[in-house]
């Protein structure tokens, strides 16, 4: 187990680009881990839930030491969430981190057309989808463009919302808001199937068992054959009329999917064959707003060592025993954002942001940092939507719709230092071959190394 280091690793304050072309993040001769104290966040800590309830650390947990696992170097990120359970631990980077390439991959986020994908890496190459609906993949040494491949029908105008990329079995596995799943050889890109499904998925799928598991925007779950396309199974879950954009990959461990719906139901199924095993539904119990009656899930579910951990945006938190269905705990945390689990801990993001290290065990929070939540404080306008975290080589990092990387303390909930970025992220950060990758939403990709 790892014990908390010295404060050493943090952000540089930089100042945010304003050239044409400039690179995604000001280093030049800085080390990206600066050891200039950063400037205090904006924001404040006015909740969305209309109580001013405000999340605080539990009394009994004052001297409980958080302890995570050592930090180690994952090659890849095959799939949405890294892998099929969404669980990475502790990642791995160097100390003296700088801009190896960056890329342009087409078109970003806009009024009509968004990215929800983050990239994946797998065996030396980068995968990432446009607001176009447009795969292009490239090597992660240098960003040399390898292939890329529109998957636009030809009946159908330019743009999408949403849909996304998985790797496996040497193919990339490809979801689109016009209905289509289409399986892509990851050498070339050349099509190798097509299933239409005439439904729009806006997540990546999950890929497992030799399975393709993509959820569609009307609720139902389809499990394709890998190397057919071939439909195994389907099934459907509740429907939600009104909901949020974004949507969540299913979680996969021990031949199970656990899915997430817009209807805030959770349902954990059989791999084989789709049959349920339990259920459990994650809106909150009292509706405080019209905001918090929206039921939808857009925080992918986590699998570690048997636990399923599920959040919702309406509220409400929950940690289930896989095999059993039985509830272990549940808090009153409302987020957008996959849980990170790492040794005995949880670490999310709330919808207020918060940034909140919790007991996986039982649920207790052990500290809470406040991120900001308003651009302009004084006035509460112009809400900021933090991504992420990950938990990189001590320390937490996230970015924001407002251009805004943070580091932050794993330990304690020190933040750390945080850098500006020359557009908005909506997307979390991944890392893999010792290198990190942010995407914009004006469809920057980055490469720190």
């Known amino acids: 187990m790892r014990l908390h280091p010295a404060s050493r690793i943090s952000f540089q304050r930089v100042t945010r680009p304003t050239l044409v072309g400039a690179a995604l993040l000001t280093l030049g001769a800085c080390s990206w881990f600066g050891n200039d104290e950063p400037p205090p966040l904006p924001g404040d800590r006015i909740s969305i839930l209309s109580l001013e309830q405000t999340l605080e650390a539990d009394a009994g947990l004052a001297d409980l030491e958080v302890r995570l696992p050592a930090p180690y170097e994952n090659a890849n990120w095959p799939q949405a969430g890294g892998i099929p359970s969404h669980t990475l631990y502790h990642l791995e980077l160097g100390d003296e981190l700088k801009e190896a390439w960056r890329v342009d991959i087409g078109d970003g986020s806009d009024d009509e057309s968004r990215m929800f994908s983050s990239p994946v890496i797998a065996n030396g190459n980068v995968y990432v989808m446009d607001a176009s609906s447009t795969v292009t993949a490239y090597s992660a040494e240098d960003g040399k463009k390898l292939w890329e491949r529109n ?212 649920g207790l929070i052990r500290w809470v940092r406040p991120l900001g939540k308003y651009e302009d404080p004084e006035e509460k306008r112009d809400l900021i939507i933090w991504t992420g975290p990950i938990l990189v080589s001590d320390r937490l990092v996230l970015v924001s719709n407002y251009g805004v990387a943070v580091s932050v303390s794993p330990y304690d909930g020190k933040v750390l230092g945080q850098i500006e970025l020359s557009d908005n992220a909506s997307i979390p950060p991944v890392v893999a071959g010792n290198t990190l990758y942010i995407l914009t939403d004006n469809a920057d990709l980055v490469a720190l190394r």
């Not at 409400?316 to 849980?339: F, H, K, Y």
Request: with cysteine; proline share 4%; aromatic share 10%.
């Open 151 to 362: 998957l636009t029908p030809e009946d159908e105008d330019e743009g999408s919302i949403g849909g996304g990329v998985s790797y496996e079995y040497g193919r990339l596995f490809a979801t689109t808001s016009y209905g289509d799943i289409i399986a892509l050889d990851g050498e070339n890109g050349e099509i190798i199937w097509k299933t239409s499904l005439n439904v729009p998925v806006r997540a990546a799928p999950t890929i497992a068992e030799e399975q393709v598991f993509a959820i569609t925007f009307d609720s139902r779950i389809f499990a394709l054959d890998a190397a057919t396309g071939e439909i195994n199974w389907n099934f459907e879950g509740g429907v939600e009329t009104t909901g949020l954009l974004g949507a969540a990959s299913p979680a996969f461990a021990n031949s199970t999917v656990v899915v997430p719906f817009a209807s805030g139901e959770v349902y954990a199924l059989r791999a084989g064959n789709g049959q349920p095993a339990w259920s459990e539904q994650l809106v909150r119990r009292r509706s405080y707003s019209s905001l918090t009656s929206l039921t939808d899930i857009n925080a992918f579910p986590v699998i570690d060592r048997g636990v399923v951990y599920a959040a919702s945006y309406s509220g409400r938190m929950i940690a289930v025993d896989l095999r059993s269905g039985n509830r272990l705990w549940d808090q009153e945390i409302s987020t957008l954002q996959t849980p990170w689990v790492a040794g005995d801990f949880l670490f999310v993001v709330t919808t207020d942001g918060d940034l909140v290290c919790m007991s996986r065990r039982n």
